[in-house]
């Protein structure tokens, strides 16, 4: 599976973004995608994931009620609303592919990453 993010660019503090992460391959509807970010000078850490169906969403307590993961298996597509941003989210988002939901950095697949950047 190889995985293309794409959306990041820069924007205000409050305002929002949508990120959506392309896959190749005609398997993708059997994994579990997550996003992650990396801030400059910090770990990469969990930002969400969904199930294979959809059917299940975990959210780190950072993003809980601002961000919405969802997926398109018709479009082989995952996407990460992003509202109400903070400049503590800017970061770059990563999408991961793998069989089973993780909320760590141990996902098979990766993409290459896009840069968000929230100003205040």
């Known amino acids: 599976v190889q995985l293309q993010e794409s959306g990041g660019g820069l924007v205000q503090a409050g305002g929002s973004l949508r990120l959506s992460c392309a896959a190749s391959?005609?398997?993708?509807?059997?994994?579990?995608l997550g996003w992650f970010r990396q801030a400059p000078g910090k770990e990469r850490e969990f930002v969400a994931a969904i199930s294979w169906s959809g059917g299940s969403t975990y959210y780190a307590d950072s993003v809980k009620g601002r961000f919405t993961i969802s997926r398109d298996n018709a479009k082989n597509t995952v996407y990460l609303q992003m509202n109400s941003l903070k400049p503590e989210d800017t970061a770059v988002y990563y999408c991961?592919?793998?069989?089973?939901?993780?909320?760590?950095?141990?996902?098979?697949?990766w993409g290459q990453g896009t840069l968000v950047t929230v100003s205040s």
């Open positions: 991961a592919a793998d069989y089973t939901v993780s909320f760590h950095s141990d996902y098979y697949y």
């Open positions: 391959g005609r398997t993708f509807s059997t994994y579990a």
